[in-house]
């Protein structure tokens, strides 16, 4: 069975930093690519950055680029998104997903299994 736990969210000002952590369990972690999604209330679930199975090829939304970074350590099967220059608009709960490929893709139906989020709230 397929497993994903993130952790790591949190209350932040704004400006602030965080990094979520996505430990996975149920299958080999580094055949596969990776990403993380948010889902604001009242707003669709958004992709938000994606790794491929090797970590050689990132994407991102514009607007967390530069600001955002998504990487995997395939020895401790988590991937992990580093969260800096944090802004009221990127609250949101953040999941974090799983392919059944090892290409990074920005679409949310390419991701077939998730984990259950983590709360991301930044004060102004």
């Known amino acids: 069975q397929v497993q994903l736990v993130e952790s790591g969210g949190g209350l932040v000002q704004a400006g602030g930093s965080l990094r979520l952590s996505c430990a996975t369990s149920?299958?080999?972690?580094?055949?596969?690519?990776m990403g993380w999604f948010r889902q604001a209330p009242g707003k669709e679930r958004e992709f938000v950055a994606a790794v491929s199975w090797s970590g050689a090829v990132t994407l991102y939304r514009d607007s967390v680029k530069g600001r955002f970074t998504i990487s995997r350590d395939n020895a401790k099967n988590t991937v992990y998104l580093q969260m800096n220059s944090l802004k009221p608009e990127d609250t949101a709960v953040y999941y974090c997903?799983?392919?059944?490929?090892?290409?990074?893709?920005?679409?949310?139906?390419?991701?077939?299994?998730w984990g259950q989020g983590t709360q991301v709230t930044v004060s102004s």
């Open positions: 997903a799983s392919r059944t490929s090892n290409g990074a893709v920005p679409n949310i139906s390419g991701y077939q299994y």
């Open positions: 149920g299958r080999t972690f580094s055949n596969y690519a």
